[in-house]
């Protein structure tokens, strides 16, 4: 029941994520890309809650569905005329993207079905958040207080950044 | 869990074909978020099929998100200052920043 | 003895003095500067020969003195490099010879120069030209004399060309320059085998008597000669390269294209003697090693010494008159050193020879320096713009005099002994050598008294304003210089010089003497005879041979030989394809090159967009490739 639960909540979020995946980038009007990238980003996070990182699924929320997407739809907003469409691709342009992409992708995917993986040993269960917390700010092996304080310090230089780039003269 | 990896590999390539051949900046970087997301993916699920025990997929992840924020933020300072000074953001016409 | 550094130093100082500061130096104190520095060298190099001659002989032989010596390059255990300074005497003779004439030229030019543009120019060079010249006489080993020698032809190419305006001056000194390089060329095969047979370059170890030295080269034989035989032919060849010998003299005579006075230091009194210079200093090598060699040297100084002096017959500029004058007295010295044997009165022809290179020098240095003084007077070099100058230049005519005088072998100016002691020698080793130089010696009085008439007496010229006598910056070293070629020929030379080093006392041989005095004299007479007055006698003369005459005219017509070989033979034989060659097929090779890389970079510069997106592309269709390459194999 569970099991059959499971697979069912898993082919919707693979069918949200390959549908909107590809819609974002064939989409003529960027703001539905903008959209159908917050419902991959969505997805993505249905993904992380499926195999028990509820911290990262709730990160992928926060940070990239709430931070980033508002970011993007307000960047859209200011630089794009509205009723602005992309134009017509050039078709050369786009049969090399499209023969590029599907090629990768045909590859990838043929190399990842015919591998045969080391066996699962997926134990099942939530990672306890205690766990992640004491291997966040711990400073011991597998612990990873200083890639932490590192990200807060490119953090920060980001803020900086953006500030200085983007400041009227 | 090949799934995962399938779907992920979706993503991922529809993110390259994106980046190939959108003209605008922003959708250009749209893109490059689909194929960031797409490789947190396979962290994570490598993460939780093959070493259950460990956390290193994970922290990449975690890592990566906030990377990824920094990275759309000055991408997007960037573009909105181009924006300013050519009042345009296809990529074709930002040769004209050279004037 | 400590001292001798300082005077190769001086000139040397003077020079990067005189040549940087360059014209931010007053004309006079650029002048004042050399003419001190070398009147300070000059004093060390008599106080060093003072105290050199002084000391007691050792075994009856001045002993080699080596007060400085610095390794410098070490290519194996025993062949290695030095720069250093070596005394002996004739190294103390030459200190006191160069620094003496250099002095006097040094003096003479303030006159002679003066007002020049480029006058501190001139001093620099002159300065490094007495510098290496010095360098090279004290030179310990072969390698020292041959980077003094080089350094001897740059300065002098430098002198010739002074006047770099006028492109007959930078002919004459790329010529000098090129042919004394030519020569060279043999000296660096020469030094090159030798050492690579004795492994040495010291002068020390090489004519130490020592025949185990050679013992390496012994055997080893090339054309039907030792090797040891080749490598001293070729360092002759580089010898006879700057002593301007027959065939390589043709540099000398246009080389007179430089000031007067650099023509009196570098063509009469130093750099050409630099060739006798080298062979009496590998002497003992020479006679013991491959006698048949110095036979040969003397056959070349024969030679030459007869050509010029035949040709200088004939010339009608007086600088060249005594160029080839020198080229022929350069000729005696070699035949000297030639026919010398070693030791007593065998070694005759080697005191000799450096008796007359001493003499030579001061006599030389002042018929240049008179006939500078007349240039400066009449504003040509041209006998026929001359005559009549006795009335008008007291000081020039005598000292000239005497100068000639003393050239011709007239007792008792000092050219008299020294040639007598060459002709004697020559006499002892094969009468047909000696009748030759008997005669040359007749016809050097001959040129000389007829070159000395056309110019003071015989018919008086026309002159724009008078000529007027040097001023005393002239004058006073043409005195000097005569009161040197007075008493000169009565030092007891071969106390000092001899090809031992024991000392040998000079007999006059009168038999000799008297018949070449008297030789001379005839000579003069019948100069006189002709010269003296305004004579027709002389234009029939030279009607009655014409073809004697036109070919002395144009020096035997070596110039055109040697022309011809090199425009017609190797112009056209060999530069013509080789440039050829180079213009098509490399120069071509490289063009082609040059265009398909051109040509190839326009066609993948479309790869260099600067679009993103297309590296993009063209990445994950190159990583594609790999991965299904990798897949595939």
Redo the contacts between chains.
Sequence with gaps: MNHLFHDVVFFILAAVVVVCSILTVTTKRILRAATCLLFVLFATAGIYFQLDYSFLGAVQLTIYAGGIIILFVFSILLTTPSGDRARKLKNSRMAAGLIAALAGAAVCIFLTLTHTFAPSRLSGGELPMKVVGNALMGTGKYQYLLPFEAITVLLLACIVGGIVIARKR | ???????S????????????????L??????I??IL?SV??NF??FN?????????G??F???A??????E???A??????I??NIRD?Q?KNL?RLKD | MELTPIILLLPLLSFLLTGLAGTKLKPAAAGGIGTLSLALSALLAYLTAGRYFSTPRVEGVYEKIVPFNFEWLRFTENLHIDLGVLLDPISVMMLVVITTVSLMVHIYSLGYMKGEKGFQRYYAFLSLFTFSMLGLVVATNIFQMYIFWELVGVSSYLLIGFYYTKPEAVAAAKKAFIVTRFADLGFLTGILLLSYHTHTFDFGILTSGDSGVFAGAAGTTFLGCSVISWALSLIFVGGAGKSALFPLHIWLPDAMEGPTPVSALIHAATMVVAGVFLVARLFPVYHAEAPEVLTGIAVVGAVTSLYAAIVACVQTDIKRVLAFSTISQIGFMMVGLGVSGMGGHDGLGYMASLFHLFTHAMFKALLFLGAGAIIHAVHSNEMARMGGLYKYMPVTHLTFLVACLAISGIPPFSGFFSKDEILAATFQFNPVLGTILSFTAALTAFYMFRLYYRIFWNRPAHYDHAPHEAPGSMSFPLIFLAAITLVAGFIPFGQFVSSDGVAYTIHLDWKIAGGSVAIAGAAIGLATLLYRKENPTAGKLAAAFPLLYRAACKRFYIDEIYLFVTKKLIFNGISRPVAWFDRHIIDGALNGAASLTEKLSLAIRGLQSGHVQQYALLTLGGTLLIVLGILLV
């Design positions: 869990m090949e799934y995962y990896l399938v779907i590999t979706i993503m991922f390539f529809a993110g390259v074909y994106g980046f190939i051949t959108r003209r605008n922003l959708a250009v970087l749209i893109s978020e689909l997301n947190d993916i994570a699920v939780r099929y093959l070493f259950p025990d460990q956390l290193e994970f922290f992840t975690l890592f998100i906030g990377l990824s924020a920094c759309t933020a000055i997007i300072a960037i573009i909105i200052n924006y300013r953001i990529i040769n």
